[in-house]
C-alpha cells in the first residue's frame, strides 16, 4: 500500500524554461544565444547540483566565457528566473496532501530551490524536500534515494516516485520504490489510481 509519495521539481511540480535566462544573458554578453547555454561545463553543473561548488564559481565561469559585465546578484536572478507553475500538477498535490505523506525528491542546487520556495507557495505541501545539494549525491545514484525513505519513515516498496526522466525512474525501482514516469497530469492521475492511491 502506498503511503509516500515523492515528486520531483523540475518539470513536474513546475515547468523549466533555460533558454529564458539564455535569452536575457546573450542581450548582456558578445556571446551568441546559442552557445550561452554551454557556458558551463557538466561537470560543474554536477558539482554544483551536489553543492561542491557555488554559485559564485559559477559566476566567475560566466564572466570568463561569456564576457558579461552584470553583477553577481543579477546574474543570479536570471538564472532562477526560469520556473512556472505546472498547475494541474500542483493541483493532484493538493488533492493527496493530508491523505499521503508528500516529500519533494530533487536534482537542484540552492539557487534554484531557494527561489522555488520562495516563488512556490505549493512546497509547503511537502514534508520533507530531499534535494541534491544537500544530500550530496543525485539520481539516479542509490544514496539519495535512501536518504528519501529515510526521511519518509516508510518501507521502499510504501512510496512511489513521480519523475519525468526515465533513469531517475529506473534508479526508483532499483531502489525498492514505486515509480512513475510524467508525461501528462491525465496519466499521471491514471498512474496513481493503478496504485491504488486515492485522488
Given at each position: 500500500?502506498?503511503?509516500?509519495?515523492?515528486f520531483d521539481l523540475g518539470n513536474v511540480i513546475v515547468k523549466n524554461n533555460p533558454l529564458k535566462a539564455c535569452r536575457k544573458l546573450s542581450k548582456n554578453c558578445p556571446t551568441d544565444i546559442d552557445q550561452v547555454g554551454w557556458f558551463a561545463p557538466k561537470k560543474m553543473h554536477r558539482l554544483i547540483d551536489t553543492g561542491k561548488?557555488?554559485?559564485?564559481?559559477?559566476?566567475?565561469?560566466?564572466?570568463?566565457?561569456?564576457?558579461?559585465?552584470?553583477?553577481?546578484?543579477l546574474f543570479e536572478m536570471i538564472i532562477t528566473d526560469i520556473?512556472?507553475?505546472?498547475?494541474?500538477v500542483q493541483q493532484i498535490a493538493k488533492r493527496l496532501s493530508g491523505k499521503y505523506?508528500?516529500?519533494?525528491?530533487?536534482?537542484?542546487?540552492?539557487?534554484?530551490?531557494n527561489h522555488v520556495k520562495k516563488n512556490f507557495p505549493v512546497l509547503k505541501l511537502f514534508t520533507h524536500h530531499i534535494v541534491s545539494y544537500k544530500v550530496g549525491s543525485m539520481k539516479p545514484g542509490r544514496k539519495i534515494y535512501a536518504e528519501a525513505v529515510r526521511k519518509s519513515g516508510?518501507?521502499?516498496?510504501?512510496?512511489?516516485?513521480?519523475?519525468?526522466?526515465?533513469e531517475n525512474i529506473a534508479g526508483a525501482r532499483k531502489a525498492g520504490m514505486k515509480a512513475i514516469q510524467y508525461t501528462t497530469p491525465?496519466?499521471?492521475r491514471q498512474s496513481l489510481k493503478n496504485l491504488g492511491v486515492k485522488i
Amino acid at each position: 500500500m502506498i503511503k509516500c509519495i515523492m515528486f520531483d521539481l523540475g518539470n513536474v511540480i513546475v515547468k523549466n524554461n533555460p533558454l529564458k535566462a539564455c535569452r536575457k544573458l546573450s542581450k548582456n554578453c558578445p556571446t551568441d544565444i546559442d552557445q550561452v547555454g554551454w557556458f558551463a561545463p557538466k561537470k560543474m553543473h554536477r558539482l554544483i547540483d551536489t553543492g561542491k561548488a557555488s554559485s559564485r564559481q559559477l559566476y566567475r565561469i560566466a564572466v570568463k566565457k561569456l564576457g558579461i559585465t552584470m553583477t553577481q546578484k543579477l546574474f543570479e536572478m536570471i538564472i532562477t528566473d526560469i520556473f512556472t507553475p505546472n498547475k494541474p500538477v500542483q493541483q493532484i498535490a493538493k488533492r493527496l496532501s493530508g491523505k499521503y505523506k508528500l516529500l519533494l525528491l530533487s536534482n537542484t542546487n540552492s539557487l534554484h530551490h531557494n527561489h522555488v520556495k520562495k516563488n512556490f507557495p505549493v512546497l509547503k505541501l511537502f514534508t520533507h524536500h530531499i534535494v541534491s545539494y544537500k544530500v550530496g549525491s543525485m539520481k539516479p545514484g542509490r544514496k539519495i534515494y535512501a536518504e528519501a525513505v529515510r526521511k519518509s519513515g516508510c518501507s521502499a516498496g510504501e512510496c512511489v516516485l513521480i519523475d519525468d526522466r526515465e533513469e531517475n525512474i529506473a534508479g526508483a525501482r532499483k531502489a525498492g520504490m514505486k515509480a512513475i514516469q510524467y508525461t501528462t497530469p491525465a496519466k499521471l492521475r491514471q498512474s496513481l489510481k493503478n496504485l491504488g492511491v486515492k485522488i
